[in-house]
C-alpha cells in the first residue's frame, strides 16, 4: 500500500502539472480546455521528436546519467518540448480561441473549439507516428531502487517528483513575485478592473496559454520517461486533469496542486482493487462525488 | 481652467442610445457631483469617459487634447482614474498588491506614492498583507480609491463610493474624497446620496433618462427646490 | 462497380446518415433547443447499442455459454430493443443531470465525457455483461424474412427513415408547444421571473432525458443495421464528434438543419474516404487520421465563420408570439 501512495504521488505530481495549467486558462478565459490533454501528449511527442531526431542527428550522445533512463539529450529536449508546446498553445488561441472571443461567442463554443483543437493537435501526431506506444529509450533495463518500508521506486520517478517540484516552485514565485505574475492573478481575479489599471490582458492571455502549455508538455515528457507514449495518453489525462481542477476550486493553482496529488493516489492505491484500466473511470468518479458535495471545490466559497 | 469635458457624448451598450448628447465641465481642482434617479446613465457617462465605451457621437477633451475613443490603459497614462461602482478591487490579491496593480503602468519607483496613499488610508498600512476579499466594505473602497491613485491623476472619476456601506463609514468616505480633492485632484462623483455629493460639490449636474436636466452650482442645486422634491427625497 | 452496386452502395450510405441524422435530433433537443452541452454521446450511442443487444438476442446456452457470454438475453422483438433502449439512455441521463445541470454549462459536458469513457471501460473489461472486448454478434433484423438478405438493407433504410421521421414530428410538436418555448428561454437564460431555479433544472433535465432517449433509439438502430457490437466503436470520435460536426453544419436548433448536417457531413465524409484511396501506399494506414483531420477543421471553420450553420436556427418561438 505504501508503495502505492507513493506511485500516486509520482502520478498525481504528473497530473498536477497539467491541472495547474487547466486551472490557470479557466481562471482567465472562463473556458474548459479539453485540448489541455493532448498538450501532454504533444509534449512527450515533440521531445521524442527531439531525442530521436533532431538531437541525434546533429550528435548529442545518448548515454545515460546513471541509473536514470535518460541523459543530456532529454536534458535538452525537455525545456525545448516546453516552449514549443506554449507556442503551440498560443497559436490556437490566435488562431481559434482570440476570434470567437471577438465574436462573443460563449463559452460553449469555445469549449466545443477546443475539442475540435484536441483532436487537430491528436490526428497530427497519428499521422506522423501512428498509433503504436513509444518509448524515448526502448529496450532499456530500468530497475527498482528498494527504499525503507519496502517500497520500490525506480531513480526516474524520484527525479520526477524533483522536477515537478522545482517547475511548482518557479512558477510560485513568478506569480508571488513578478510584476507579469501579479498581473497575470489580477487578470484571473477581476479582468474588467485589469484592463481598467492599464493591464494590457491580451498580452496576460498570451502568457497564460505559454505557462499553461509548457506545464502540460512537462507533465507529458514526465509521464513519457515514467510509463510510455501513447497517442491517446493525454486524452486518458483529460478526466483526472478536470477532477484535479474542481477538486482544487477552478481557477486556485494550488488547489489544482493538491487536487492533481489526491487523483493520482486514488488513482494508484485503487489498483489494489480494480483493474487499472479503472483508474480513468475512479477519477470520474471522484469528480462525480465532489460535484454532489462540493462543487466549488475545496477551497471554494459557498 | 477647464481640465476635463465631455460634449454632446450619445452612447449605447446595444444598438439602443442609453445616453443622448450629454455633456459636463469639470475645472481643475473642482469636485463635480452628477445626481439622478437610478438607470438614468449617470454610470455609462463615467465609462465613456474613461474609454471603455466608445461614443457614438461627441468627443471627450482632457485639457486642450482629444482623447474621445482612446483604450483605457492609454487613458489612465493620461491622468485620469477611474473607480468602479461594483467589483473594484482585485479580492484575492492582499492590500499592497492591489495598490501595486494601480501603479501597473508605471515604470518608475512608486514606493513614495504607496506610502502617501497609505498616509491617507492609515487603517490600510497596517493590513497590507492581508487579502483584501476579507476587508469589510469600507475598507474595500479605501483600497478601490488607493488603487486609482497610484497614478497620481489629475482628474478622479468616482462611481457611487458611498454604494453599500454603513451611515458611519458614508461619513468616513466622504472626508477622504475630501482630503484627496484637498491635494489638488479634480473628480467627478456620482452620487446616490445626493444630498451629500452635492454638499461637497462645487458643480453638480442632473441626469435623468440619459439627458441633462440641469446644472448648477452645488449649493444652488441643493437650493432648488424642484430638483429637492425629485432628486433629494423631498 | 455496376449499377446495382452503385445504388446498393448508397443505401448502406443513406442508412448510416440516416442513424447519425437521428443522433443528431437527440444532440438537438438538448443543445439547440436547450443548450446543454453534452460531448458523451457515444455514452448513450453505446448503452442503447448495448440494450437493445441484450434485449433482443437470447442468452446463449450450452456450447456457446463457453464462447459468448452476457449477463441476460430477453429475445424480445425489435421494437422492445428500441423501447428499453431509449428508457436505459433516458435513466441514465437523469442520473447524470442530478449533480451537474445546476452547475455551469462546463460540468455537464465534463460529466457526459467521463461517463462515455467509463461505459466503453466498462462494456471492454467486463466479460460477464456483455462479452468483453469482443462484443455481442447475431442480433435480429426487423422483418428479416421478407425479402432476399441480399435485399434488405432497402427494408432498413425504410425502418430507420420512419423511425427518424416519426422522431422528428414529435420533437417539433414538443418545440411548437409551451414546453419548447420554455425550453428556449431557459437557453437564452430569458427566464420569467415566475421561474425558480427548480423549474430551470427540471426543464433542462427533461430535455436532458428526451435528448438521451432520441440517442439511445440511435444506438439501437445501429446495433440492428450491423447485427454486431463491440465497445471499440463507441469512440468519441465516431461516436461524439462527427455528430457535433453535423449539428453545427445544419444549424443547431433546427431539426431540418440537423438531418440535413447528417447527410451533408455523412457524405463529406464518405467522399474523403475515396480521396484518401489516391494517398501513397505509406499514408494509407493513416488515412482515417487525416479524414478526422479535415473533419475537425471544417468544425474550426464552421464555429468561426459560419456558427449557425447551413440553415440557421428556425425563429419558432417569435412567430408564435406574434
Ligand atoms: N452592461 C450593460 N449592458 C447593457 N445595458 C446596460 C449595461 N449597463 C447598464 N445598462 C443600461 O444602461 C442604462 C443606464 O445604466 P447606468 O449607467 O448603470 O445607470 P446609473 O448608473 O445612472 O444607475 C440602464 O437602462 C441600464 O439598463
Ligand atoms: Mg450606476
Request: positive net charge; hydrophobic residues 50%.
Amino acid at each position: 500500500m505504501a508503495e502505492l501512495i507513493v506511485y500516486g504521488i509520482v502520478l498525481g505530481s504528473i497530473i498536477s502539472l497539467g491541472a495547474i495549467g487547466l486551472s490557470l486558462v479557466y481562471g482567465i478565459l472562463r473556458f474548459a480546455n479539453f485540448a489541455h490533454g493532448d498538450f501532454l501528449t504533444a509534449g512527450a511527442y515533440v521531445a521524442l521528436f527531439m531525442v530521436t531526431g533532431v538531437l541525434s542527428w546533429i550528435g548529442i550522445p545518448d548515454n545515460t546519467f546513471g541509473s536514470l533512463s535518460f541523459g543530456w539529450r532529454m536534458v535538452i529536449a525537455f525545456p525545448i518540448s516546453m516552449v514549443v508546446v506554449g507556442c503551440v498553445a498560443i497559436a490556437l488561441d490566435r488562431i481559434l480561441y482570440r476570434k470567437l472571443r471577438q465574436k462573443g461567442s460563449g463559452a460553449v463554443m469555445l469549449a466545443m473549439s477546443s475539442l475540435g483543437a484536441a483532436f487537430i493537435i491528436r490526428m497530427i501526431i497519428l499521422i506522423i507516428w501512428g498509433a503504436d506506444s513509444l518509448f524515448y529509450r526502448p529496450g532499456l533495463m530500468r530497475p527498482a531502487l528498494e527504499v525503507p518500508l519496502g517500497i520500490k521506486i525506480r531513480p526516474d520517478q524520484i527525479l520526477i517528483l524533483f522536477v515537478v517540484l522545482f517547475l511548482v516552485v518557479l512558477l510560485h514565485l513568478f506569480l508571488k513575485k513578478t510584476k507579469m505574475g501579479k498581473a497575470m492573478r489580477a487578470t484571473a481575479d477581476n479582468m474588467e478592473l485589469a484592463l481598467i489599471s492599464g493591464i494590457n490582458t491580451e498580452r496576460i492571455i498570451i502568457w497564460t496559454w505559454g505557462i499553461g502549455g509548457a506545464l502540460a508538455a512537462a507533465g507529458g515528457i514526465l509521464y513519457g520517461i515514467d510509463v510510455q507514449l501513447h497517442p491517446y495518453m493525454g486524452w486518458n489525462f483529460l478526466i483526472p486533469l478536470f477532477a484535479a481542477t474542481i477538486l482544487g476550486t477552478i481557477g486556485n493553482i494550488y488547489g489544482a496542486l493538491i487536487g492533481g496529488l489526491t487523483i493520482g493516489i486514488a488513482q494508484q492505491v485503487s489498483t489494489a482493487f480494480l483493474l487499472p484500466t479503472y483508474k480513468l473511470a475512479v477519477a470520474f468518479i471522484i469528480m462525480i462525488l465532489i460535484l454532489l458535495i462540493r462543487p466549488k471545490g475545496i477551497f471554494g466559497k459557498e | 481652467m477647464i481640465i476635463l469635458k465631455a460634449e454632446d457624448i450619445t452612447v449605447g451598450y446595444t444598438e439602443v442610445d442609453i445616453l443622448h448628447d450629454v455633456g459636463i465641465r469639470v475645472k481643475s481642482g473642482e469636485i463635480v457631483s452628477i445626481i439622478g434617479p437610478n438607470g438614468a446613465g449617470k454610470s455609462t457617462l463615467l465609462k465613456t469617459i474613461f474609454g471603455i465605451l466608445k461614443p457614438r457621437n461627441g468627443s471627450v477633451t482632457l485639457k486642450d487634447e482629444d482623447i474621445t475613443g482612446l483604450n483605457p490603459d492609454k487613458i489612465a497614462r493620461k491622468g485620469i482614474s477611474y473607480v468602479p461602482q461594483v467589483e473594484n478591487v482585485f479580492p484575492s490579491m492582499t492590500i499592497q498588491e492591489n495598490l501595486e496593480m494601480g501603479a501597473f503602468i508605471r515604470d518608475d519607483d512608486y514606493s513614495q506614492r504607496i506610502d502617501e496613499v497609505y498616509d491617507l488610508f492609515t487603517v490600510l498600512r497596517e493590513r497590507k498583507k492581508q487579502k483584501v476579499g476579507h476587508l469589510s466594505g469600507g475598507q474595500r473602497q479605501m483600497v478601490a480609491m488607493g488603487r486609482a491613485l497610484m497614478l497620481d491623476p489629475q482628474v478622479l472619476l468616482l462611481d457611487e463610493p458611498s454604494a453599500g456601506l454603513a451611515p458611519v463609514l458614508v461619513s468616513d468616505i466622504f472626508e477622504k474624497i475630501m482630503e484627496i480633492n484637498a491635494t489638488g485632484v479634480a473628480m467627478i462623483i456620482v452620487e446616490q446620496n445626493a444630498r451629500e455629493a452635492l454638499k461637497m460639490a462645487h458643480h453638480g449636474y442632473v441626469l435623468a433618462m440619459g439627458r441633462n436636466v440641469l446644472d448648477d452650482k452645488g449649493e444652488a442645486l441643493l437650493a432648488n427646490e424642484e430638483v429637492g422634491r425629485l432628486y433629494l427625497g423631498g | 462497380m455496376e449499377i446495382g452496386g452503385i445504388i446498393a452502395y448508397l443505401v448502406s450510405l443513406a442508412i448510416m446518415a440516416g442513424i447519425y441524422a437521428v443522433f443528431c435530433l437527440g444532440l438537438n433537443i438538448q443543445w439547440g433547443y436547450t443548450g446543454l452541452f453534452n460531448i458523451g454521446i457515444a455514452g448513450f450511442f453505446c448503452i442503447g447499442a448495448y440494450a437493445t443487444a441484450l434485449i433482443t438476442t437470447p442468452k446463449p446456452t450450452g456450447m456457446y455459454a463457453h464462447y459468448v457470454q452476457q449477463i441476460f438475453g430477453l429475445n424480445l422483438p425489435f421494437i422492445f430493443g428500441l423501447l428499453g433502449a431509449a428508457i436505459i439512455c433516458g435513466v441514465i441521463a437523469f442520473l447524470i443531470g442530478i449533480p451537474t445541470l445546476k452547475l455551469g454549462e462546463d460540468y455537464l459536458a465534463i460529466a457526459t465525457l467521463g461517463i462515455a469513457e467509463t461505459f466503453r471501460l466498462i462494456f471492454n473489461n467486463e466479460h460477464w455483461l456483455a462479452n468483453g472486448p469482443r462484443g455481442l454478434m447475431g442480433l435480429p433484423q426487423p422483418l428479416q424474412g421478407l425479402v432476399d438478405p441480399r435485399h434488405y438493407n432497402y427494408i432498413y433504410l425504410i425502418v430507420v427513415v420512419i423511425i427518424m421521421v416519426l422522431i422528428y414530428l414529435s420533437i417539433e410538436r414538443a418545440i411548437r408547444s409551451p414546453w419548447g418555448r420554455v425550453l428556449r428561454a431557459v437557453r437564452e437564460d430569458e427566464v420569467s421571473a415566475g421561474m425558480s431555479g427548480k423549474d430551470i433544472f427540471r426543464f433542462k433535465m427533461q430535455s436532458l432525458v428526451f435528448g438521451a432517449m432520441v440517442m439511445g433509439i440511435g444506438g439501437a438502430l445501429y446495433a440492428h443495421y450491423t447485427k454486431a457490437i463491440s465497445p471499440d466503436v463507441f469512440t468519441p470520435l465516431y461516436g461524439t464528434f462527427i455528430i457535433w460536426v453535423m449539428l453545427m453544419a445544419g444549424g443547431s436548433g433546427n431539426n431540418k438543419g440537423a438531418i440535413l448536417g447528417a447527410y451533408v457531413v455523412w457524405g463529406i465524409w464518405i467522399g474523403a474516404k475515396f480521396m484518401t484511396d489516391f494517398l501513397p501506399y505509406t499514408l494509407k494506414a493513416r488515412a482515417p487520421y487525416i479524414r478526422f483531420l479535415l473533419v475537425m477543421i471544417l468544425l474550426e471553420i464552421i464555429l468561426i465563420y459560419r456558427p449557425q450553420g447551413l440553415l440557421g436556427e428556425e425563429k419558432k418561438v417569435s412567430k408564435l408570439i406574434e
